[in-house]
């Protein structure tokens, strides 16, 4: 079932960041960023735990879920230091993506050379 | 006057001879192929619990450093690009979009040299992302923090 879910989510919301590109003027730029803030205002009230618990794998896929992990980890480390713990905490649980991106893009622009 | 009327004019002959775009068409494209990838991303994570008895949210990590590993691996081979052209949004939207900008900016300006190609320019395109990101979850996790009682 979680299977299921996540093909319907995940494809939904490509769904609709494609409508957006194809109907209004913004770049995948813009869009990309507007679903990172939306990511990080549906965490706010916890409301993407709860789709993380229903739709499982496919939750973590698209862009929203990195406006998402930001705030969780903030969140989390506020609790034990306080307002200083929001900006410790920032990257608690997005460094491995970020980390392994700037890693191997590094790595593979280093072997590869550009086609064109 | 004159000028916009021969404006308007100008755009309806233009919008005549546009190249046709089925947006109906590219939006179902879209949702198989993010749909897909959001199927693997769910797969793989069963996988690793049941085979390599990891925990979900390790798998979870592990599933997305692969997702990483393969459209920086795949844009660095130079079909990623060809894919991403074809499914759009499908593909862009995911976290391969992040690493596919990432890496396709750093191997363009890799002629300008480590530090000042590589180095200054790999966030050329993903950079938006991390700043918005971090702005928008500072002040909402700002707003939860004063709200809720660091709660």
Known sequence: ML??????????????????????????GHITSIFVCIGAFLDTFNIYDYIVRIVGGGALL???SFGHSLVHGAIIRSHANGIIGLLMGMFD??????TASIIFAFVFSLIFKPKN | MV??????????????????????YNAFVAFISGGVVGFLGELLIEVFCKWIQLS???????????????ASLGTGLGFFDKLVTKFKCGLIIPITGFAHSMTSSAMDYRKEGLVYGIGSNMFKLAGTVIVYGIVSSWFFGLLRYLIGGGA
Do not use: W
Not at chain 1, 17 to 23: H, S, V
Not at chain 1, 93 to 98: L, P
Not at chain 2, 5 to 11: D, G, H, R
């Open chain 2, 3 to 24: 000028i916009n009327m021969k404006s308007t004019k100008y755009n309806k002959v233009a919008d005549r001879h546009k190249p046709f775009e089925n947006r109906i």
């Open chain 1, 62 to 64: 698209p862009i929203i």
């Open chain 1, 93 to 98: 649980m997005t460094a491995t993506g970020i």
């Open chain 2, 56 to 70: 979900r949210s390790d798998a979870g990590m592990l599933m997305i450093l692969i997702f990483i590993f393969l």
């Open chain 1, 3 to 28: 299977l299921f879910n996540s093909f319907l989510y995940c494809g939904f919301v490509c769904m609709i960041a494609q409508i957006i590109l194809d109907n209004s003027k913004l770049s995948t």
